[in-house]
Each structure stands twice: as C-alpha cells, then as structure tokens.
C-alpha cells in the first residue's frame, strides 16, 4: 500500500532553514507528481510546493517563492522540500502528497520561534 513519511521538521530561529523529506513507498514513484502541503493551527491546508515526475516543472505558493525549493531523487523515491529564511508564519505541520491520491502521511511539525 502507498505510504508517505515525512521526516526532517522541528525547532529552528527565524531566518533559519530545515530540510525535509519525504520516503515513497507502495506505488512507482517516478511515474507520479509530489507536492508538500502544510497546515498551520487553525487554518485550512495550503499547497506549499509541486514537482512533476521528473523533477522538470516545479511550482510555489505565493509566500514560498524564492525561499523553499522542492526537489526529487527517483531513485531513492525521495523528495525534499528545502526551506530558507523561515519565518513565524511558516510554522506548521507540513505533508507531501502523491498527485492523484488522497492520502495524507503523518506529516512533521516545523516550529520557527525565537
């Protein structure tokens, strides 16, 4: 069965950057989009970034630009979403996704205080 494991979030100073990552299991993972989304206290999920199957189109929200990048490694069924310049704002759970499917990891909180 499909499984998504989110792993790299935790506590970082604004400015700060995380690294994230995400194992694929469970389907043929270079035939598929990924996304990271994320879900603030209180607020809906948003979509945060997404790479096609080969990593040739990439595409942010609108507060991401310039600061996250989203990669992949097919080969270890892996994708990343690079953060930078944290801000408070940016502190949430955040989950990446399998284009076409509704299912949803365990996610892994990203906290940005000071």
């Known amino acids: 069965q499909v499984q998504l494991v989110e792993s790299g979030g935790g506590l970082v100073q604004p400015g700060g950057s995380l690294r994230l990552s995400c194992a694929a299991s469970?389907?043929?993972?270079?035939?598929?989009?990924m996304s990271w989304y994320r879900q603030a206290p209180g607020k809906e999920r948003e979509l945060v970034a997404a790479?096609?199957?080969?990593?040739?189109?990439?595409s942010y929200g609108d507060s991401m630009k310039g600061r996250f990048t989203i990669s992949r490694d097919n080969a270890k069924n892996t994708v990343y979403l690079q953060m930078n310049s944290l801000k408070f704002e940016d502190t949430a759970v955040y989950y990446c996704?399998?284009?076409?499917?509704?299912?949803w990891g365990q996610g892994t909180q990203v906290t940005v205080s000071s």
């Open positions: 996704k399998r284009a076409g499917l509704s299912y």
């Open positions: 469970g389907f043929t993972f270079s035939s598929y989009g």
């Open positions: 790479i096609s199957s080969t990593g040739a189109v990439r």
